[in-house]
């Protein structure tokens, strides 16, 4: 009885710490959050002088756009933002094509051959050949420097197809087949009619990670592609970003008050650029938000 | 067993479902294939492209391995190149700058996989318990959201705020009177960077499948709990946790079959000559000999080891699992 009592007179005293601490975390990793990216929009916006000296922390200094005119000028990064929006584009398509003609047959219980398909699929996930083997069939193939190098050789996911499966296995009645083949509707028929639309929220989410993985690939065009105009924008970016190289031409005639402000204006090049380049990525993400957790759960359970 | 009458007839044509059904157990395999093909014909068209997929761009890479035994001869081909035994092997492992390699690929892993593991558990935890509902759905939605930017720009972004003259931290270095620091051409800082990075980039995607499993949790045991008078952090230790156990097991498992694998893009963007000391791991590696010097059996069998060694990982980790709690991935 006693022991009790304490505990009891105990609870809300701990219990308050608890969420005290607990809200003063959560504050502060919403700051840790938010301060990076909010950083970066108001560095692009704020006169490069400003950002230089340091004195842009909160909120921007000096409203400008002159980054972002460097950008609009700034070629490379327009066609890398054309090849990636095809690579995206057409990646996509490709990949929800073939996820789909992985996915739904292997969902099919009255599917003989389904069983050893998943662990030949499977298999994948652990072993790979590794770099160069798979370099060499891609070169075999004639893909090497070309658009379908971006695309072909990670046209399919096997987290992707398992995903998908465990969703049309679980989420889709098999009356309904059932049902649709006494009216006549072939397995064509049904699964554009029934099981797609049944689906959306695993197609979108599915679809949302394709997307993003092809307009963030960077290591396919490090591997596969040497052409100057066929590269995507990350390629592009990385120049930008992370070599030390100057962006904006320098020539000797310019004063040293011209240099410093060059200097200053390549630095805030790259805020404006990354801003234009994952603007679009977060900008697809609300749009399939809602489909996201409730995809990620019914497809994450283990079939 | 009507059922699965019904179900004949309708896909086949009549006449041909009586008479396989009068004849079932005598039909010869040939003619059971034909009906199979016939019934689920578009089926096997579905799943022709995908399974010609993984020959061309998964077994035959594995069938290439045999590079890694070879001396690679363009002219020649994989399968025409002479033998070269273990000799890559044996170069690779007494070479200067294998436990180099080693140590850096296995102390990255295991510091992402120390810190990177139970943090977005802890958050996932933390933000259920959180009474604020509003903050609570900004700040997950806010979370997630570093999972979607390019490792290109994260990496930018990182130079940018480790930049040793206009870096925000060297700025609150200099703020407090100390000397700035150069974190990204020092080795010493490398693998924190790496690690703490990932971890504000993919802890609030990582805690999803948490509090999806949290939301799972019976919630008549946090009543009967409350009804006792436990406390916020009893209900986590003895209902939570328990709660989420499996899988966090199963997810475990998955990061250990990957302990090898450190994350190929963002090491190697990160990299430079002067922190190549801490940052240079066997993805890397293999990249550059491979592909940079040309060295393709030499390439090949370092890859081979890694993988091999990723193979036994997964196996002992599963196996391990199986036997303290009965939960596995096969």
Known sequence: MDKRRTIKKKKPNADSVFDMVNLAVMLVLLVVFLWPLWFVVIASISDPGQVWQGNVILFPKGITLDAYEEVIQYKSIWSGYRNTLLYTLLGTAINMVLTVCAAYPLSRRDFPPRKILIIVLMVTMYFSGGLIPTYLVVNRLGLIDTVWAMMIPNALSVFNIIVTRTYFVNSIPEELREAAQLDGAGTVQYLFRVVLPLSKPILAVIGLFYAVGHWNDFYSALIYINSQQLLPLQSVLRKLLLTTQMTLQISSSMSPEEIMRKTQLAQTLKYSSIIVSTVPVLCLYPLVQKHFVKGMMIGSVKG | ?330
């Open chain 2, 1 to 330: 067993m009507t059922h699965n009458n019904r179900k004949g007839i309708q896909s086949v044509n009549r006449v041909s479902a009586i008479n396989a059904r009068a004849k079932k157990p005598a039909r010869p395999l040939s003619v059971r294939l034909a009906g199979e093909l016939k019934k689920n014909w578009a089926l096997y068209l579905m799943i022709l492209p995908v399974i010609a997929y993984y020959i061309i761009f998964a077994y035959i890479p594995m069938s290439g391995v045999v590079l890694a035994f070879k001396d690679f001869k363009v002219k020649l081909g994989i399968f025409g190149s002479p033998w070269a035994g273990l000799k890559h092997f044996e170069r690779f492992f007494g070479g200067y700058n294998f436990w180099l390699l080693l140590r850096n690929t296995v102390g990255i892993s295991l510091y992402t996989l120390l810190v990177g593991f139970p943090i977005p558990i802890l958050f996932a935890l933390l933000l259920n318990y959180l009474k604020q509902e509003r903050l609570r759905k900004t700040l997950q939605m806010v979370s997630y959201a570093p999972y979607f930017i390019s490792t290109v720009v994260i990496c930018g972004m990182i130079a940018i705020f480790m930049d040793a003259n206009t870096g925000i931290f060297n700025q609150i270095i200099a703020g407090l009177g100390g000397t700035p620091v150069d974190f990204l051409s020092n080795p010493r800082y490398f693998k924190s960077i790496y690690v703490w990075s990932g971890v504000w980039q993919g802890m609030g995607y990582s805690s999803i499948i948490y509090i999806s499993a949290l939301a799972g949790v019976d919630p008549s045991l946090h009543e009967a709990a409350i009804m006792d008078g436990a406390t916020k952090i009893q209900r986590i230790r003895h209902i939570d946790l328990p709660g989420i156990k499996s899988t966090i097991v199963m997810l475990l498992i998955m990061q250990m079959g990957s302990l090898m694998n450190v994350g190929f893009e963002k090491v190697f963007l990160l990299q430079n000559d002067l922190n190549m000391q801490a940052s240079d791991v066997i993805n890397t590696y293999v990249y550059r000999v491979g592909l940079i010097q040309n060295n393709y059996s030499y390439s090949t069998a370092v890859g081979l080891f890694n993988s091999v060694i990723n193979m036994a990982l997964v196996i002992a980790a599963n196996q391990l699992s199986k036997r303290l709690t009965e939960e596995s991935l096969w």
